[in-house]
């Protein structure tokens, strides 16, 4: 178990983050297995994996076999390159390759997706300065309306192939826009069409499926999956059970109790009002940490084996939750409340605050003292 950041007298104030990298590998093994030997899984790890910490996350599934991580940016990317120096090891880069930055692309050995004819030109011609092959991607939008080639430039491209010449193009991608709800008819549709698209262009590795289009079925495998949020222990699958595990723990330290008496109001705007005498407890933890302010009169933590609602409004550094029912010697300063966790989900507590679990854990921010559990520190072989 490694911690980062805080000296061990700041330590005992800090609220804690812990991160299993056990259980996000046995989700990426999982998945992997999931999808059967024909299809290679790969890790998206942008927003600094979706707040857990890129760096330790890839370097742990690298030691697992994954051989190939997406990033959103050129910084990303070249943060992540750093701590991965095996060629053998693949980072592409969602957002696509901008005017002025081919050099970058190249110098840390990164795989730009491109996402419009432009960016394919663009690429051809630092091909042409290297006087070698580099590697891209290429994203087709299959109906998202996001990123990728929209169908008037696949057109072009199906008619002109000659286009894509110069470069090694290593996969064929486009992504799922409602792959979590699996009896959406577009997640159909958008198959077809990527399905069409493939067969007009020349032949590459191709990818469609992220974590929820990995429980759509083997049609929707393809070559490479980009699973994300599922080996975070977030749900793929929208409703029902989740089959990952759970990753992350976010624990709040309690600041202070105070007794409420009846019409006493708590927090900003005075929220909240009391309705019989209480006990109200409050944690370091707040939106500047990620946990969401619309979480407040709606979410809750676990004190002392006992479930805390969250009263009044988040604040930037102060959550207060409703310690009343919680035996005194649990709620005292110094105590952990669990905000996250087993009994707290990311989807849980999404739900309570009106988003989604990407949103929960992406936000999680860097005054929590973070522990890593399942990392020895060791850094993948070159």
């Not at 309306?145 to 193009?169: H, I, K, Q, Y």
């Not at 330290?253 to 005498?277: F, I």
């Not at 009106?354 to 005054?367: C, D, K, V």
Request: charged share 20%; hydrophobic share 45%.
């Amino acid at each position: 178990m490694t911690g980062a950041g805080a000296d061990p007298g700041a330590a005992g104030a800090a609220s804690v983050l812990r991160i299993d990298l056990d259980a996000v590998a046995a989700n990426y093994r999982a998945l992997a297995e999931r999808l059967g030997p024909g299809t290679a899984c790969a890790a998206a790890v942008k927003a600094d994996a979706y707040g857990l910490g890129a760096v330790p996350v890839a370097r742990r599934l690298a030691r697992e076999g994954c051989a190939a991580f997406f990033v959103a940016t050129i910084g990303e990317g070249a943060a992540l390159r750093r701590h991965l120096p095996s060629p053998d090891i693949d980072i592409a880069v969602l957002n696509g390759v901008l005017a002025g930055t081919e050099a970058a692309f190249v110098e840390h050995r990164l795989i730009p997706v491109a996402n419009d004819l432009g960016q394919v030109a663009r690429w051809r011609k630092a091909v042409e300065r290297a006087g070698a092959p580099l590697d891209a991607m290429l994203h087709v939008d299959t109906g998202m309306n996001r990123l990728g080639l929209p169908p008037r430039e696949l057109d072009w491209l199906a008619e002109t192939p000659e286009l894509l010449e110069g470069p090694n193009w290593r996969c064929l991608l486009s992504h799922l826009a409602c792959a979590d709800e699996p009896e959406h008819p577009m997640n159909a549709a958008q198959l077809a069409r990527f399905r069409a698209a493939r067969a007009r262009l020349p032949r590459m590795p191709a990818s469609l499926a992220n974590s929820g289009g990995i429980f759509l079925g083997a049609d929707y495998a393809f070559d490479l999956a980009r699973p994300g949020i599922a080996l975070y222990g977030g749900n793929p699958r929208g409703g029902g059970p989740n089959p990952m595990r759970q990753a992350v723990t976010l624990l709040g330290r309690v600041l202070q109790v105070r007794d409420v008496a009846p019409g006493e109001s708590v927090g900003y705007g005075a929220a909240h009002r009391v309705e019989a005498p209480g006990r109200v407890a409050i944690v370091a933890a707040g939106y500047a940490d990620g946990y969401l302010r619309s979480s407040g009169g709606r979410g809750h933590a676990w004190l002392g084996g006992v479930r805390a609602p969250v009263i009044g409004r988040v604040s930037m550094d102060l959550v207060a939750v409703d310690a009343t029912r919680v035996p005194p010697e649990a709620a005292r300063p110094g105590a952990l409340a669990e905000l996250l966790g087993g009994r707290v989900t990311p989807d849980d507590a999404a739900r309570a605050a009106g988003t989604i679990s990407y949103e929960m854990l992406a936000g999680l921010g860097r005054r929590y003292r973070r522990v890593y559990e399942g990392d020895d520190g060791a850094e993948p072989a070159a």
